[in-house]
């Protein structure tokens, strides 16, 4: 019996008409929730990013200021508009764009966040008390992620967790989320990466596999366990004739072999994609109510 398909947009759209009815219970009173958002240069891939956000917020009511910057914006420059909506009352939560230009430090600029306003939860106060289990802003995709699963109805604690990938914005943070002793956590959790020997060995005793590698085909059906929860983090362009822009998007798991092995599975587009943004604005409707009520 093929998977049931996990649907980010349905998940994302109920969670966004949660977010309208706390925003407006917010401006109640007298606070609109408010996003900051830095863009350095024209990544086509980030600048779609952002606009889609602009979108979401204007929708869900959330103050929205955007800044896009030349690519040639130096550090310091950058720094210092940091440091502005840092001290600005009406921002709630930053947003630097990743990547940045190749001159500027990304890590001294994310360090320059206001902790408080980390909404993106990459500063290494919030990734240093996600990692000891205290209260912090989550990584926005990993966040999602858990959504998913959890909305959908998935057991996650005492199941064996699978993670492809230890990126610092996918792998690394979703392994210490799941692990917490908490709930929509409390699981066994196992990492692989591009070092893992026989990385089948280990995603075939996956309850739920969650694949972040960033290459198209890194799980195929015979290396997962029937009945497994899979969740496809990757989002990858590969050439298509077929398609007016001569290429489709693709995850990181064969979707189609896949799908008839496992129990749910997440599109590629259409799962995880679209909770990205809808837990930036989670996090951002979280501080400011922390400023109604620290």
Do not use: W
């Amino acid at each position: 019996m093929p998977a049931k398909i996990i649907d980010g947009k349905q998940v994302a759209a109920e969670m966004r008409a949660e977010l309208k009815t706390e925003v407006a219970k917010l401006q109640e009173q007298g606070i609109t929730p408010g996003l900051g958002v830095i863009l350095v240069g024209e990544d086509p891939a980030s600048t779609s990013y952002v606009t889609a956000k602009e979108k979401a917020c204007a929708e869900a009511g959330i103050y929205s200021d955007d800044n896009r910057l030349p690519a040639d914006t130096t550090q310091e420059d950058l720094i210092a508009k940091v440091k502005e909506m840092n001290a600005d009352p009406r921002i709630h939560g930053i947003l630097v764009q990743l990547p940045l230009p190749k001159h500027i430090d990304e890590d001294a600029v994310i360090s320059t966040i206001a902790p408080e306003k980390d909404v993106d939860g990459f500063t290494p106060g919030n990734v240093g008390r996600l990692v000891i289990g205290q209260e912090c802003f989550m990584p926005c995709t990993p966040h999602g992620v858990v959504q998913l699963l959890a909305r959908s109805g998935v057991e996650i604690g005492g199941s064996h967790v699978v993670v492809v990938g230890r990126s610092n914005i996918v792998g690394k943070p979703i392994a210490n989320m799941l692990l917490q002793k908490k709930p929509n956590a409390n699981a066994t959790v196992t990492i692989c990466h591009t070092g893992t020997r026989d990385m089948a060995a280990f995603t075939r005793q996956a309850d739920i596999l969650i694949v972040a590698a960033g290459r198209p085909n890194t799980v195929t059906a015979d290396m997962m366990k029937p009945g497994a929860a899979v969740i496809d983090v990757g989002v990858n362009r590969i050439p298509d004739e077929t398609k007016k822009r001569g290429y489709r998007l693709v995850g990181d798991v064969d979707f189609e072999s896949v799908k008839e092995t496992a129990s749910l599975i997440t599109p590629v587009p259409g799962g995880v994609g679209p909770m990205t943004i809808t837990m930036l604005m989670v996090n951002t409707v979280e501080s400011a109510k922390r400023h109604v009520q620290p």
